[in-house]
């Protein structure tokens, strides 16, 4: 198997790309939306997550800060959909508990999306392409 000679600098290019379109508000707003969630998690683990050991990767605001895409990364998780659902059911919860923390912060106490962030499963398997790559010594 081959990969692609650009695909480093593809990858680059849509990291930068990502950035440049997300306003420096969106940031800040995200950063505190995902450190309050982690909080919220580690405190209220059980009610949540049960056994589960996640970590909040990423949190990507709406440009008018209504929605939070919130990328949830379960490695040590034997189901991940059972996880996910979890946090689903309980996402009213979550929402009210972030809202009693960020509302002299924020006037918009955001819809919660949560998804699973599959950057490690993906960084995984490239690994495991290129050291399995048969490339011939000089």
């Keep these: 198997m081959q990969i692609s000679e650009n695909f480093e600098h593809d990858f680059l290019l849509d990291a930068v790309l990502y950035l440049c379109a997300v306003t420096l508000r969106q940031q800040k707003y995200g950063r505190l939306i995902q450190k309050e969630l982690s909080d919220i998690f580690f405190r209220r683990k059980n ?69 699973i962030d599959e950057v490690e499963e993906n960084a995984q398997r490239i690994e495991d392409l290129i050291k399995n790559l048969n490339i011939p010594k000089e």
């Design 47 to 115: 009610d949540f997550l049960g056994n589960a050991f996640v970590t909040i990767a990423e949190v990507r605001m709406s440009p008018d800060l209504s929605v939070a895409k919130v990328f949830i990364s379960m490695m040590l998780a034997k189901d991940k959909n059972v996880v996910l659902s979890g946090l689903n059911a309980h996402k009213g919860e979550i929402r009210k508990e972030l809202g009693n923390r960020i509302r002299n912060q924020a006037r918009i106490i955001p819809e919660l999306v949560f998804v």
